[in-house]
């Protein structure tokens, strides 16, 4: 499976920006899938991740409330929307192809998309 994120960029804080994932695969649209993030000297973190149909979603403390993960199965993409956005959500963020918060649960990972969060 490929994955490619796109949508990130330079954000001030409070700002939002809308992440994409498009995956591919005759059965891509079938996947549990999930975004991470890894900020400059840090480990790569669990952000959020949805079931296939999006029957389930799971996020991380510090995404609850600000941000929503979302597919739309028929343009075999995964999305995140990323609102009130604050200095420390700058990173790149990588979707992936799993379900939960641990790395290992992931398998395949797309290249990254840069997010900045600055005044």
């Known amino acids: 499976v490929q994955l490619v994120e796109s949508g990130g960029g330079l954000v001030q804080p409070g700002g939002s920006l809308r992440l994409s994932c498009v995956t591919s695969?005759?059965?891509?649209?079938?996947?549990?899938m999930g975004w991470f993030r890894q900020a400059p000297g840090k480990e790569r973190e669990f952000v959020a991740c949805?079931?296939?149909?999006?029957?389930?979603?799971l996020y991380a403390d510090s995404a609850k409330g600000r941000f929503t993960i979302s597919r739309d199965d028929s343009k075999k993409t995964i999305y995140l929307q990323m609102n009130s956005l604050e200095y420390e959500d700058t990173a790149v963020y990588y979707c992936?192809?799993?379900?939960?918060?641990?790395?290992?649960?992931?398998?395949?990972w797309g290249q990254g998309t840069q997010v900045t969060v600055s005044s």
């Open positions: 949805i079931t296939w149909r999006g029957g389930s979603t």
């Open positions: 695969g005759r059965t891509s649209s079938r996947y549990d």
């Open positions: 992936a192809r799993g379900y939960g918060s641990s790395r290992s649960r992931y398998d395949s």
